[in-house]
């Protein structure tokens, strides 16, 4: 299997373009009332008077104008034609490309076909878990009391992200000391004996269908359990090994934390209407998908999908998140053919998804109506700077003339290469497009054709 590139620091070079270009979009997604509000138009300097009152601050950056001229069709098929049809993509490549203000379509390649896409399907996830849950939402750990003395039963409530760690590998992860130490004051002076851990939240296996052998012991991903700390790594590495049994692992580390043996901690389920004896939240869902997306994070995008069927009332199973998954699509009104998916991380060679349907997530969560879909872009990877990007486009023949200014996706297994996301052209148009090639037979090879179809589009006046 293969996994996607680990980041290994920050381009100097392209931060004053990345900045720039976040302040553009930030513009389209505010709209012109925000923009102008905050003074986020124009280029004039402020000018003082001593003993007055100061007026408004000034525009400083003009926003991204929707009436920049469109691209053509035409203009647009000239321009990446050739560099979509290189021997490098393999035999067959679908591609979409939209204009974000319209939602016009202005290059298409088979965009409806049902697709492999690897990681590009996280950007589903991201938005039917926005979308379901809200960008605020938390998921909830809690423990109750047992039913006999001494008993506590740590509830799962589907939080991969438990820190145990000093520095917690996810960013604004709740702690697992924590969550002891409001279980000892709630029992005042009474020891705890035993640790239940109640996992009931989650049904079905915990492997997803058609994943690699490696999935769950290369380092890209973990059985999926209700209940894992840093996301069942054994140390704080991207790739590090994974527990083989993450929830009893997490129950364990709970249980050391109050003090109790390992050897008195057993599976079970929390008795009705237990009192609760302490609660800890994770990072909001808005965070979590940044983080999701930036790192390419496959245990945390099979635990939002789950979110998003416990949201729908479906199972919270693999299945049941795939299928609360394509509900959540098909409410906002998005193209759901040749939606296949069977899980949330695109893990699985069995996942299909259109690049028609990438680019209609893209254009929606830059609308300014729908706020609850914006941390999409602020978790996109940004090329040669961050994520799954940080080192692609570093150089001229490889794309670098868009560094900085192409946010998107990756997707990578063996054979498949996809990347779905944004450009601000030459004449200052957002375009949302998503490539997606099923045949390649050279990863890096396909790596750099793509970012070059990036590049080229992000150069495109294309008229």
Known sequence: MARETPQRGLIASVVAVVVA??????????????????GLAGGQKTHWTAGTAPSAPPPVLAAMDSQAPMPTKD???????????????????????????????????????????????????????????????????????????????????????LAVFPTSYYPG??????????VKEALGGQAPTKVIYDVSIYTGSGIGPAWDADATTGGSG??????????????SQKYAQRYAKPDLQAAQAFAGALGVPTN??????APQGAKELGKVESAPMARMVEFMLQESDNVLADALARQVALAKNQPA???????ATKSVLEELGLPTTGYGLVDGSGFSRNDRLSPALLTAILAMAARADRADLHSIFSGLPVAAYSGTLSTRYLKSDV?????????????????VNSLAGVVVDADGRTLAFAFMADQTTNA?????????????LAACGCR
């Open 399 to 415: 794309g670098g003339t868009a560094a900085g200014m192409v946010r998107a996706k990756t997707g990578t297994l063996t054979g």
């Open 75 to 161: 203009g647009v098929t000239s321009a990446l034609q050739a560099l979509l049809t290189v021997p490098q993509l393999g035999p067959h490549i679908t591609a979409s490309v939209v204009d974000v203000s319209t939602g016009e379509t202005i290059y298409s390649s088979e965009p409806d076909a049902a697709m492999t896409p690897a990681s590009t399907t996280k950007l589903v996830t991201a938005a039917a878990a926005l979308a379901a849950r809200g960008p605020a939402y938390r998921i909830e750990t809690k423990v109750v009391a047992g039913a006999q003395p001494g008993e506590v039963v740590l509830v799962a409530g589907g939080d991969p992200t």
């Open 21 to 38: 270009l976040g302040l553009a979009l930030s513009a389209v997604f505010a709209g012109t009332e925000i923009v102008n509000g905050l």
């Open 173 to 182: 992860a709740a702690r697992i000391d924590d969550l002891a130490k409001q």
């Open 222 to 235: 973990a059985v999926m359990t209700p209940i894992m700390t840093e996301g069942g790594r054994v140390k």
């Open 317 to 323: 199973s693999f299945e049941g998140g795939a299928a």
């Open 444 to 456: 890096d090879q396909a790596v750099v054709a793509l970012d070059r179809v990036a590049a080229a």
């Open 264 to 269: 008195a901690v057993a599976v079970g389920n």
